[in-house]
């Protein structure tokens, strides 16, 4: 049961001079498998690979190769097993980069042979992929960063070893080599090779990786598919940051955004204002935005499931008044939103259309109005171009302002506003 | 996709070595007769080549040697020729320590007193002088036995205070052979102070040079630097990894504990050798294995071979101009090497060019 695993880790744990690094590592990977390991600085990533590639051999537990213990096997053994990346290349003197890649071969050349057709047909196809044939008469110490990585990534890939480990093999990349690195990986474990990547970003390996290890402070904190591992919850809890984890309309997976750790440091300020935003079909996330940055507490509602606003207000944990996806604001969301509205200070109606759907939200507005609260109307474009409810809105607009609500014609005006009459 | 090595332009290396070794092996013979004939009793280059070359296989039927005086034969053969021989092999054998010890070490600054191979020799050295063991039986080889004992002894043990479980990182050994070092110098100057009446021998033992050159010595020396020597060529690809920090080369499939601890043992032992002969001699090591780098870039297939000949002309040329400077009087060669290679070494220096750390 434990055996046709590429990759297989028990009870792994290690420390340097007793200070434990990573612990109870368990982990089961298949052949052609593209994992990916995140974690925050000093989770022990590194450490991780540099353990699955037999560098450090000091742990205890159990790390089986192709079902054979690491530790049985020899350097030689090892490197035509497991080839790896590493973060940096520390080669002072002037190689060539084809001189640099044959070194791969290493592995499979005797003391007292030469480098065989074998060998060159080897370097040349693993320079051809990543792009580096070009560069084999360059000296590797004259190249730049991102073409010493590629070249580097060459070495491995002459390994011609079943499993690949990659440290942060993107770091030094700009975004077209990255993709470029990612596909190439990608396209290796579609060919049957293991690959194991260390990744800083972490929709890099969103968009590639099918599994994610996410390590905390040296332990596993969460393995499965990717989607299952990059949630808000447990990014935030393992980097201490809140993101907003969303689905890419254009590739169909995860993709995760960092809140900025200022918007909400401002909302956590006492005596901030709260706005209550009545928004819809887009026109409320920007908003939504804009306003935790300057610091204001949001709240929203009425918003249709479904609704880019209501993702929006979800990622962003704003408190949100919902109602079923197409659906008219019912009874119990308008009366839910008027105990929204009663906690504001600031009413906002973004730049929305209105149909005989969503009045309701309109006629919440004018009673915050008449009660006295400040109610903002933001009208980018007039409200008869936006009025789908023959001129109901319209009527309602002309209601509001007549018992004293304010109407903007931009955003900053809108933030200026709110801001003014703290 | 099919390229084959010739395409890749591989095999100009093998050219490229090819003529390195020609263009060093002619330099070398020339050298060598040139600086036969030269000395305090100069002899014609004519007479030289007739007499060595009659030595030769099948040459010596047609080679006229009945006109040159036997006196002449004697100063070639018996005490020019032989110092000749011996200064090339110790040459040979410091700079291919050097070459082990600079990809060891990945800095071309290393050499082999960095682990303790000087101090130990002249430790061993002194010992046998001040306390006159042997004195007046072999004589001068068991002060050479004494050398290579301190060299050999203090490099293993540099090599075992060094090892941390069952690793021996390249710091340590630099470390633990500077303390060593340290060490070994503050016994021999205590022994110095103790045998003031030996003081003038061991100083000029120290000084190295090639004055009591034998064809003893050379026999004692040659075999065992020539097999180191092919060894090690043997190593080139390791030496190579070994460049990438020994992290990155056990990464590459190799045994980088057993494979360093080859080398290192290679290396002490032809240092060793070569300073059991000879005496302290400084700056080859350091300096050919740097100056040639900058011809053959560092791939040791080029570097140590190329160096191994490269080590035995300079130190050739740096013997001849020992005996000829102040003739009849003789500067010790390490003062010729150090004079020479000390201001050569820091132009290197300052011209950062091709083999030098950035």
Known sequence: MDRGFKVLIEDLHFAYDGFPVLRNIQLRVKAGELIGILGPNGAGKSTFLKILCGTLRNYQGRVMVDDLDLRSLSSREMAKKVAIVPQDSLLGFDFTALEVVLMGRNPYQRRFGREKVDDFRTVTESMMETKTWDLRDRLFTQLSGGEKQRVVIAQALAQRSQILLLDEPTSHLDISYQIETMELVHKKSEEGITVIAVLHDINLAAQYCQKVLLLSDGEPFAYGKTEEVLTREKIGFVYGVEVSVNRSPVTGRVYVTPISKRWRYKEALSGSRMVHLICGGNSGGGLMHKLREQGFGVSAGVINVLDSDHETAQSLDIPVVSEAPFSSISESSMRQNDQLIQGADVIVVSNLFFGEGNLANLRSALRAVEEGKEVILLSTDPIFSRDFSSGKATELYSHLMAKGALEVRNLDELVQKIGEQN | ?358
């Open chain 2, 1 to 358: 996709m099919d390229n084959t090595g010739q395409e890749l332009g591989l095999t100009t290396k093998r050219t490229q070595l090819l003529k390195y070794m020609t263009f060093l092996m002619l330099a070398l013979l020339l050298s060598l007769f040139i600086s036969a004939s030269l000395g305090a009793a100069d002899l014609p280059l004519s007479t030289t080549a007739a007499v060595f070359l009659s030595r030769l296989p099948f040459l010596s039927r047609v080679v006229d040697t009945t006109r040159v005086e036997s006196a002449a034969e004697v100063i070639l053969l018996q005490i020019r020729l032989p110092r000749i021989v011996l200064a090339m092999v110790v040459g040979a054998a410091l700079a291919t320590a050097g070459v082990i010890f600079q990809a060891l070490f990945r800095n071309p600054m290393a050499d082999s007193w960095i682990i303790g191979v000087s101090p130990g020799a002249a430790l061993g050295a002194t010992i046998a002088i001040v306390f006159k063991i042997g004195h007046g039986m072999i004589g001068l080889s068991v002060l050479s036995l004494f050398a290579f004992m301190g060299a050999m002894g203090t490099t293993l043990f540099v090599y075992r205070i060094a090892r941390t479980g069952t690793a021996v990182p390249v710091a340590n050994l630099l470390l633990s052979g500077i303390a060593a070092g340290a060490f070994l110098n503050a016994l021999v100057s205590l022994l110095m102070m103790i045998g003031q009446e030996d003081l003038h021998r061991i100083f000029f033992w120290m000084l190295g040079g090639f004055t009591g050159a034998s064809w003893n010595r050379v026999i004692l020396a040659l075999p065992f630097v020539l097999f180191c020597v092919v060894v090690v060529l043997f190593f080139s690809r390791d030496l190579n990894l070994f460049l990438l920090g020994e992290e990155r080369a056990s990464q590459l499939g190799m045994e980088t504990e057993k494979v360093k601890l080859i080398l290192i043992l290679l290396a002490s032992l032809v240092a060793s050798l070569a300073v059991s002969v000879s005496g302290i001699i400084g700056f080859v090591g350091l300096i050919t294995p740097h100056t040639v780098r900058l011809v053959t870039g560092p791939d040791h297939r080029l570097l140590t071979p190329t160096s191994a000949l490269a080590g035995a002309l300079i130190m050739l040329v740096s013997d001849t101009f020992a005996r000829l400077v102040l003739s009849p009087r003789e500067i010790p060669v390490g003062v010729i090497t150090a004079m020479i290679g000390a201001p050569f070494f820091i132009y290197l220096l300052r011209s950062r060019k091709r083999g030098l750390v950035r």
